[in-house]
Each structure stands twice: as structure tokens, then as C-alpha cells.
């Protein structure tokens, strides 16, 4: 494991500036990359509660200050995990959705590689659970802290559906990606809970789930299931992701998870 | 606290008599709802994990021996409260639907019935939750482990349907009574992480969407509906509650949890 210089032990949880700034991706990048992969490889092995960050800085070798000062703390670390997977998911897609037209397919390649890319850390996603279900946790999908990442992934469905050749009206255009991005979390769910070889199970409940959506989708452009769009589109902002428009508002999109806890 | 006489020390998870039989509602009873609200009341002070059959034999009074005779684990005890809280639920409500005919109205009634009778629950509710969250855990709501309360309620949500002014065929009132129980296990989802005070938040989300299951409901009487409802029900046998039919021709209904773990 390669040592890196401890650049700045007494300056920890990100204040002041990175050890190598300058528009290169050069050292820094590098460090937090390997303080990032190695804390991955310890929750994996080891557990999230069980795996501490001087343990994540010695496995790295740096120094515990500079670990700190890239990742303000566990939950920093985590969140550089939900970038990566996401920013590989979303990559993956564009690739693949090239030339599918069909909406059905469309999201079939959306869910089939969301579950191809998260495969490698599906134990750890196992028992690290525990620590994102309450959605009053930063580590939450539905967090303020989460909303970078889900606002990554309702572009996406914003664009399975724009380079479809379904035809969706405007106000169900602005709702869908935000549903389509709620049975993901459901396939999540029940992806965490599979304990069928390679997954199996998953895959089978994708293949039989995205007829649905696309029925669902299409019966929803009937009037008489219009009030009830607009019902779930209220309720959704009231009662499930409330804190991502607000967190949108107040930081932008590429605002860095808070340091709560 | 009154002490019982251990009368089968030897003898432990239930093998055998019960000490007092004959059709009385005597002692043997009488152990019984003591050691399980002992049970609950420590559950909620120390939790669910800290928590030791000792213990609980302990505060009740009772030998550690004469505890295993009457529930042969913690999770029977579970088993007990979930009996104890349903069968609370189901007379209430069935007291509280006489004479509401709206179908919108009874689905009401029985939701906010649920939250009345869980509310002294709700601390120990959280920190248990995440035993019961994995559907292959024997304690999930949807194990068949649980399978007999699960039909007390589904036959609750088929006599709200019954007793309604609603009308719907013979296919959907088959398939309604585990839809509603499925909705009723998103409201519990929902108020297991609930932080406002008295649960108020959860009652307004009841209140929010129960005219929305109707709205879903009256739709569903749509013949292009039909393919739809039709896709749900397999979905549904297939991968969200295949035990219960299972459990149900094995044991039937009344069978005890089964002593897994």
C-alpha cells in the first residue's frame, strides 16, 4: 500500500484548502480515491459499525488528520460511496440506453444495471442497512444530505423518458422521474433482502415489475386518473422527499453532505 | 409482584401440559399474560436485544423453566404481543364499523384504530424494528411464521369491504383484503419512524391517504384496469407474500410460530 504524506495532520474534517489544489487530478485525487476504495474494502470486510476511521487511515497509510481532512467522518465516507456507485450507474446507462427507444427497455436497462453495478457490494449493503433505512438519516436515500445523488439519478429517468417514444404529457413529464425513482428504491429493498444466488431473484422482479410501470404509465394519461396523479404528486412533496427541493433551494445540487451527527 | 409456583422447571419450550388445564381460565392463563407484559414492559425499558428469558422470568416472578413452558424463546414472545395487539385492533374496530357504511370512512376507522392501539408501543417499536424488517426473519410481518395474524387482519379489510356501500366484483374483492393489509404495512413503515409528537404526522398521513385508496379502488373497476389488477396479484403470490398460502394449508390458521433461530 503506498504511503502518502501527511500533508496537514492538524487541520482535520475539511477545513482550509486540499493539500494539492491547481486543477490537476493529481495527488489528491489519487488520496482520496484510495482513502475511499480502502474504507470500502474494511466496511465490506468488516462491518460500517465495526470499521473505525484510524483503522480506514492505517489501511490507507495516511495519517488519521489526513484521512479527516478528505472525509469529515463515516457518514462523508459513505456519501463518497453513493457518488461513485451512482456516478458508474448513470455512465453505465447513457452507454446502454444508446439507440433503445422503447420504454419498457428503457428502464429495464436503467434497473438491470443498477443492480450489475451494485453487485459487488451487496453484503455490505446487507448489513449497512440497518444504518440508511430511517429516512432521518443523512446516510438515507430520502436525505437533505442524499439529494446530490438523487437528483443524479432523476435526470437519468428524466432522460429514459425524453428519449422514449412514450408520450407523456407535461405535468406527468415533471412527476414521473421522481416516481421512477421511488420503485427504484423499492427494487433496492428488495435487492438488499435477496439472498438468492447472484441475485437472481432481483433480476427476476425487474423483469416482471417494468411491465407494470410502463402499464401504469400509460393508464395514467386517462383523464379519469388525473386526480389521482395530482394526489400522489402532493403527497410525495409532502410526506417522502420533502427535504430535496428544499435542499435544492438552499445548497444547489452539488452541495457537500452536512455534518450532522 | 405475585409469585407463581414453578411448576415444570424441568420441562422447558413447551413440551408436555401446560400446568393448569381443564378448560378454566385459571392460572396457567393467568402466567401466561403476566410473563408476556412483563415481557413488553422490559422490551421497552432496556429493548429487545438486551432483554434475557432470565430476566423476564425474573421480574414475573416466575423460574426460568416455567418462562421457557409458556413461550420457548424471545420470539415467542413476540408472537405473543403481535396476537395480543391484533386481537385489540380487530375489537375495536369491529365495535367501531358498526353503522359506517363509506367504504372511505371504514378504511379510516381501521387505520386510525391501528395507531390508537399501537401508540403505547412506539418506542419499543423503533429500536425493535430492525429485527423485523427482513422478511425472512420469523417476527416480519410478513413471514409465515406471522401468517396467523396476518389472516386475522386481511379477514378485518375483507369485512370492511363487505360491510361498504362500495361496489366491486368478485376477482377484486378477493385480492383487496392483502392490498389493503399491504397499505396498512406502509402506514406502519411510516409511523415506526415517526418523530413528531403523538404520532400526528402518521394520523395526517392516514387521513391523506385513505381517499386516495378509494380513488385507486373505484379505478380499478375500469375494464383497461383489469390487466393491471391481474399483473398485482401474481406479483404479489410470486414475491411479497408466497409463505402465507403455504403456512395456511400446513398449519392453519392457529399454528404456533415456528421455533426457528
Known sequence: MEHVEDTDASNPAGKGDPPDRGGRPGKSEQTRSLILETALRLFRE??????TMRAIAQESGVSVGNAYYYFGSKEHLIHGFYDQVTREHVDRCRQDLRGV???????????????DVAEPYHAFAVQFFRNAADPESPLSPFSAESYPVRAQVTTL??????GSSLRIDDELAELLPELLWLHLMGIVLFWVYD????CAKSRAFVARTTPMVERVITLSRYKVFRPLVRDAERLIRDYIVPEGAAAADADGPTAAPADRR
Chains 1, 2 share one sequence.
Not at 468488516?46 to 470499521?51: E, I, L, Q, S, V
Open 195 to 198: 439472498r438468492s444466488p447472484d
Open 46 to 51: 468488516r462491518g460500517y459499525d465495526k470499521t
Open 157 to 162: 429517468f428524466a432522460e429514459v423518458l425524453r
Open 101 to 115: 427507444r422503447d420504454f419498457g427497455e428503457r428502464l429495464q436497462v436503467v434497473l438491470s444495471a443498477w443492480l
